[in-house]
């Protein structure tokens, strides 16, 4: 049902670069709607991590970064931290029908 | 501190109904939009639906899923905003968490409340 679609895991070792892809198309990400990302650790409710494309909220550390361009989104995880597993989700707003707030499907980032 | 807590989850048959509340603290309530995020077991963040401010008429919009079923309604008197959920469905059964978007964060969901299980079984 997600209109923005996301690999549903990647992995990397402590210290390693990540990057999560979020593919759109034109009555969202395309359209020039700003993309946010939020991560969720086990058990809690999802916090904001980057906001619009590339934006970091008080208190996010610098290793992670976002970046959009055409239809889809990306964030970035520089330095692969252990406190960094978790769900990561994009978000933005769809055009279509009568308009909407979307999510991504999720990502889910194991550190190896 | 910005906070907001959602409460009212709990069990009930398919084709019954619930309310929702979501009580708002530490911030201007009634200048601020609420949505409704839903969360099945496992699964992804799903948007529920918004309530805008009076200045915007309470404009509400819904997800498609739920359009027809779900209400979503605010006190602003009592910083608090409702879900009203009728007919519900075993698809239902989720974690509801209601958030605010925020202009200075480029509306963006923030902060997020923790969230009230509602299952729907028989």
């Known amino acids: 049902q997600s209109v923005l679609t996301q690999p549903p895991s990647v992995s990397g070792a402590p210290g390693q670069r990540v990057t999560i892809s979020c593919t759109g198309s034109s009555s969202n990400i395309g359209a020039a709607y700003d993309v946010h990302w939020y991560r969720q650790l086990p058990g809690t409710a999802p916090k904001l991590l980057i906001y619009s494309n590339n934006n970091r909220p008080s208190g996010v550390p610098d290793r992670f970064s976002g970046s959009k361009s055409g239809t889809s989104a990306s964030l970035a995880i520089t330095g692969l931290q252990a406190e960094d597993e978790a769900d990561y989700y994009c978000q933005s707003y769809d055009s279509s029908l009568s308009g909407s707030e979307v999510f991504g499907t999720g990502t889910k980032v194991t550190v190896l | 501190e910005v906070q907001l807590v959602e409460s009212g989850g709990g069990l009930v048959q398919p084709g019954g109904s619930l309310k929702l509340s979501c009580t708002a603290s530490?911030?201007?309530?009634?200048?601020?939009?609420i949505h409704w995020v839903r969360q099945a077991s496992g699964k992804g963040l799903e948007w529920v639906g918004r309530?805008?401010?009076?200045?915007?008429?309470?404009?509400?919009s819904y997800a498609a899923s739920v359009k027809g079923r779900f209400t979503i309604s605010r006190d602003d008197s009592e910083n608090t905003a409702y879900l009203q959920m009728n007919n519900l469905k075993t698809e239902d059964t989720a974690v509801y968490y209601c958030t605010r978007p925020v202009l200075w964060l480029g509306f963006s969901f923030d902060p997020w409340g923790q969230g009230t299980l509602v299952t729907v079984s028989s």
């Open positions: 530490g911030f201007s309530f009634s200048g601020s939009a």
């Open positions: 309530i805008r401010i009076k200045s915007n008429n309470y404009a509400t």
